[in-house]
């Protein structure tokens, strides 16, 4: 259902930077699918607060998720231009590019992260999917892995461990990680699907 959202003009947009919660009324939209909605708030709220970084990566993230790529690393890198070592930014452009499947440009940026917090998850995870998009499952395996003993709640890579082990035919490791996915976010319809599918495929073997 959609979220309304009634609160207009700059006394409503200050009343909300000055709490700090901008970013969050627009993740909130963005994950109702309220995307456009979000990038008219965060657009009025940056003619308010031009500096605050956290509503250019917020609208990087909108972008990303429009599959407007070009114009995410554009906003991303106006972040860039206020907080130069913006680890959001980093991942986030690299994000961008290995969404292209530009796997080189996207290994860039999340190198940039890892160079100032070496145990940055989302960079981690997004350099595991850099390595499967480029067919090395082994070295795919092994960051998810080391992705895993910084973050053992990590979805994002029992979901891609699933997938690498169901492309290697090891339908049982598969199966397992994709249940440890669900064990943590039962509503991960990509596991569950996943999990299903693989039931089926081993009782017909």
């Known amino acids: 259902m959609p979220i309304t959202f009634n609160c ?9 930077a000055a709490k700090n919660i901008i970013h969050k009324v627009s993740k909130k939209l963005r994950k109702n699918w309220q995307t456009v909605e979000a990038l008219d708030v965060l657009h009025e709220a940056i003619s308010i607060q031009p500096d605050n970084v956290k509503l250019y990566v917020e ?13 995410a690393r554009d906003w991303l890198h106006q972040a860039l231009e206020i907080e130069p070592a913006s680890l959001y930014a980093f991942n986030l452009i690299g994000k961008s590019f290995l969404c292209e499947k530009n796997t080189d440009f996207a290994r860039f940026w999340l190198r940039r992260t890892l160079d100032i917090n070496p145990k940055d998850i989302s960079a981690n995870q997004y350099i595991a999917r ?9 070295a795919a395996e092994n960051w998810a892995l080391r992705t895993l003993e910084i973050d053992p709640q990590n979805v994002y890579c ?11 035919s090891d339908l049982d490791s598969a199966k397992d990680y994709y249940e440890r996915a669900l064990t943590i976010h039962p509503e991960n319809w990509t596991a569950k699907r996943m999990v299903e599918d693989i039931a089926r495929e081993l009782a017909a073997s």
């Not at 850099?130 to 082994?138: A, G, I, P, Q, T």
């Open 8 to 16: 207009k003009g700059k006394g409503c947009i200050n009343f909300l």
């Open 59 to 71: 609208i990087g993230v909108c972008k990303i998720s429009l599959g407007e790529f070009s114009e």
């Open 130 to 138: 850099c390595f499967y998009e480029e067919r090395d499952l082994l």
């Open 158 to 168: 029992y979901n891609l461990l699933g997938l690498i082990y169901y492309e290697n």
